[in-house]
């Protein structure tokens, strides 16, 4: 069974550094194809990518937002990380964690709940 | 970067009939589409890829078509549960992108 959840503080002050946590299971990050993504959605607005990681540990990142963003997998405690820095009230948003189960189809089939974070002083 | 344009923003439908909703990108992508849904408070949950291919679990009156820059997913016969957001998203290359959702409401 596939399960994600993303754990990280629930705010933060502008200009400091978020780090989010994916924590996985019945995910092999480093075998097949599969990837895990970073997917954000501001309150009443549309999702954006932000980051994905492959099973190769290659990285990609949103083109708006790549000079803030880093992606990384622990795939001894099967985790990939996210850190945003130079936080801004408008980076308020849920955030998600998800599987690519075939990075020949970069669609998301298995979410995280999404974790809320407020940038806020 | 790939612009996503779905249309119409809401549309407002009764129960039991069907849904037409549009997504259009500003260069082709080819095939590579997937439709999402979203309920409030909750997830996205995967619908369609490949413009046409429906994910595991997914009922039937879902069905997505089209390719290059102009894609469809159409709902027959809606139910309750189908009320919902819906967002299309490409993967073309590797700088993924959503379109801005449509809102299914009932009539």
């Known amino acids: 069974q596939v399960t994600l959840r993303e754990s990280g503080p629930a705010l933060v002050k502008p200009t400091q550094t978020l780090t989010l946590t994916c924590t996985f299971s019945?995910?092999?990050?480093?075998?097949?194809?599969?990837?895990v993504g970073w997917i954000r959605q501001p309150p009443g607005k549309a999702l954006e990518w932000l980051a994905l990681i492959d099973w190769d540990g290659d990285k990609y990142y949103s083109t708006s937002l790549k000079t803030r963003l880093t992606i990384s997998k622990d795939a001894s405690k099967d985790q990939v990380v996210l850190t945003m820095t130079n936080m801004d009230p408008v980076d308020t948003a849920t955030y998600y964690c998800?599987?690519?189960?075939?990075?020949?189809?970069?669609?998301?089939?298995?979410w995280g709940p999404g974790t809320v974070v407020t940038v806020s002083s | 970067e790939v612009v996503l344009t779905q249309s119409p923003a809401t549309l407002s439908v009764s129960p039991g009939e069907g849904a037409t909703l549009s997504c259009r990108a500003s260069q082709s992508i080819a095939s590579n589409l997937a439709w999402y849904q979203q309920k409030p408070g909750q997830a996205p949950r995967l619908l369609i890829y490949?413009?046409?291919t429906r994910a595991t679990g997914i009922p039937a009156r879902f069905s997505g078509s089209g390719s290059g820059t102009e894609f469809t997913l159409t709902i027959r016969s809606l139910q309750s549960e189908d009320f919902a957001l819906y967002y299309c998203q490409h993967y073309n290359n590797w700088d993924l992108t959503f379109g801005g959702g449509t809102k299914v409401e009932i009539k």
């Open positions: 019945g995910i092999s990050l480093g075998t097949g194809t599969v990837c």
């Open positions: 490949g413009a046409s």
């Open positions: 998800a599987r690519v189960p075939d990075g020949n189809y970069l669609v998301f089939d298995y």
